[in-house]
């Protein structure tokens, strides 16, 4: 009987540790198991992308992309499917000021353990209304969470799509979402050349990060870094 409860014990103890690192593996920033994934670009021209998850906001498009304007920058917007077909005009304002759009998927559920039906669902639902936005450029992906594991890999390889992750996060480390010099100090110190950095802005609890953003470009600037769209800085990948 013992040595039963040993074995059993044991086999619990293997189950929890492969689910423990499938867990850890789908929410790798380089690796994936099918198809390109990139979380930093290796250049030397000092250059970075912004990018920018969730949305369209009715209440604070508006206000981002004011800031990007009166500072010249391009970003990269990593738009909900949901959230962009009930704010067309705010998907459309992303649009017409020349910004990238990537999908984010539909629902912003995790995908890792997703079916067949429910990637592609979550996907081509948002690319329609990505489309639907006035959209026409190559649209990028962007797992919600930074979750991935079978399907969702596969389904993007097969239909030769690129998975955006990125190397610099300020709004999510645990030492600066309350203070927005903290959080641009820490873009300061971790962004490189070919860097993408990930902010979330488009809710009323991202109030810190909306302060954070220009001080961030201004930093950047002044450490001699330009900002392009994620897909210029995949042209400016070293060979």
Do not use: C
């Not at 789908?26 to 969730?54: M, Y």
């Not at 005009?89 to 649009?95: D, E, F, H, K, T």
């Not at 996060?169 to 600066?176: I, K, L, N």
């Amino acid at each position: 009987m013992a040595r039963r409860i040993v074995i059993g014990s044991g086999i619990v103890v293997v189950i929890l540790l492969v689910l423990l690192s499938l867990h850890l593996y789908s929410a790798s920033r380089t690796t994936q198991l099918f198809g390109e994934i990139t979380a930093r670009v290796e250049t030397d021209k000092p250059v970075v992308a912004l990018t920018f998850d969730d949305g369209p906001s009715p209440r604070f498009t508006k206000d981002v992309l004011t800031i990007l304007k009166d500072r010249n920058v391009k970003a990269t917007f990593f738009l909900i499917g949901k959230e962009t077909a009930e704010n067309l005009p705010q998907a459309r304002l992303i649009v017409d000021a020349g910004h990238e759009i990537g999908n984010h998927s539909y629902t912003h559920s995790n995908m890792a353990w997703m079916g067949l039906a429910s990637v592609k669902d979550e996907i081509e639902r948002t690319d329609a209304a990505i489309r639907t936005a006035g959209y026409q450029g190559e649209i990028l992906f962007r797992p919600p969470y930074g979750k991935k594991l079978l399907t969702l890999p596969w389904y993007l390889s097969q239909h030769d799509r690129k998975t955006i992750m990125w190397d610099v996060e300020p709004d999510s480390e645990t030492a600066t979402p309350e203070n927005a010099d903290a959080m641009t100090q820490y873009v300061m110190d971790h962004a490189k050349n070919g860097s993408i950095i990930i902010l979330h802005v488009m809710y009323r609890s991202r109030d810190v990060s909306r302060q954070a953003l220009p001080q961030i470009i201004d930093g950047l600037r002044q450490k001699g870094f330009g900002f392009v769209t994620v897909s210029e800085l995949l042209k400016d990948r070293k060979p």
